[in-house]
């Protein structure tokens, strides 16, 4: 049976549309920018963690659907949302509140999807971070490869300390969006930023002290950019004095000097980050020896 042209467009939607997940929390500075730069999107969730100001209110009303569940992690609030938030389209890019699409963003994840065959099952995306109006391009390392955008069903996201495994493991290629999303991460000011990253340190500390790391040190050695990432944090772990070798790193290495002042505020307070993570580990209680049994 012939197909009219509507029906004909609606398998073409259904076949390439995409659903845009956005985390949020007390986001209501953010949310209403995110949203509206999502007009493009077959449909927007927000994943909501109980907000008490009027995120959830705003987000319906730039035409958003939301859901609302506690945040464990990033990993997990993600998977959540791809299982249990009611997304129907076969494409999910993933934000949060904070991070916001671009026309050239937008276009490329179109054009990529529609062309995407079966053994595509996630694309890898980059972002830029902002801070004070001032593009982080050295001293936040550009391009730092996230995934981002999955084919529904088909790949997971990993927790990794406080955030999840940038590039994880699937079973299939993974893509490249190379125009970049913008990450506005200072946009609730720099008390929130510290008061986060007091708790990210926490949770980067118990995971280091806990689970077995990454990647090994000989990972440096990769000609892959995410796995010698990887191997350096393994190295840096283990080592004293990683604030200080933190700042050397991301201002004189990678030319974090090029971004100005911005720049050097921002490798100081990811070197005192470092140090926070340190500190926590050494404040963590020794845990008791196992008892064996005699036999």
Same mark, same amino acid.
């Given at each position: 049976m012939s197909q009219t042209p509507e029906s004909s467009s609606q398998l073409n939607r259904d076949v390439a549309g995409i659903c845009v997940v956005v985390l949020a929390k007390n986001e209501q500075d953010n949310i209403v920018r995110c949203v509206q730069a999502?007009?493009? @999107? /077959?449909?927007?969730?927000?994943?909501?963690?109980?907000?008490?100001?009027?995120? @959830?209110a705003l987000a319906r009303a730039n035409g958003a659907r939301v859901v609302n569940h506690s945040f464990r992690s990033f990993a997990e609030q993600r998977n959540w949302a791809l299982q249990h938030a009611?997304?129907?389209?076969?494409?999910?890019?993933?934000? /949060? @509140?904070?991070?916001?699409?671009?026309e050239e963003f937008a276009r490329e994840i179109r054009e990529k999807v529609a062309s995407a065959d079966d053994s595509v099952v996630a694309f890898r995306t980059c972002r830029k971070t902002i801070l004070n109006g001032v593009w982080l391009r050295y001293s936040d390392g550009f391009p730092v490869w996230?995934?981002?955008?999955?084919?529904?069903?088909? @790949?997971?996201?990993?927790?990794?300390?406080?955030?999840e495994i940038p590039l994880p493991k699937v079973k299939g290629t993974v893509g490249t969006i190379r125009s970049p999303f913008i990450h506005h991460a200072f946009s609730r000011g720099m008390d929130d930023w510290w008061m986060r990253h007091v708790r990210y340190a926490a949770r980067e500390a118990e995971r280091e002290g806990d689970r077995l790391r990454d990647a090994s040190p000989l990972a440096f050695l990769s000609l892959d950019a995410g796995e010698r990432r990887r191997g350096l944090r393994a190295i840096a772990r283990q080592i004293p004095g990683r604030g200080p070798l933190r700042f050397i790193y991301q201002y004189v290495l990678r030319g974090g000097f090029l971004d100005g002042r911005q720049g050097f505020l921002f490798c100081r307070m990811m070197a005192c980050y470092e140090s926070m993570i340190s500190i926590r580990k050494l404040d963590r209680?020794?845990?008791?020896?196992?008892?064996v049994e005699a036999k």
């Open positions: 999502l007009s493009w @999107a /077959d449909e927007v969730v927000v994943v909501d963690d109980s907000s008490t100001d009027e995120t @959830a009611g997304v129907s389209h076969p494409w999910v890019l993933m934000l /949060d @509140a904070d991070e916001v699409s671009t996230i995934m981002r955008l999955v084919r529904r069903g088909h @790949a997971w996201f990993e927790n990794s300390g406080h955030g209680p020794a845990r008791p020896p196992r008892l």
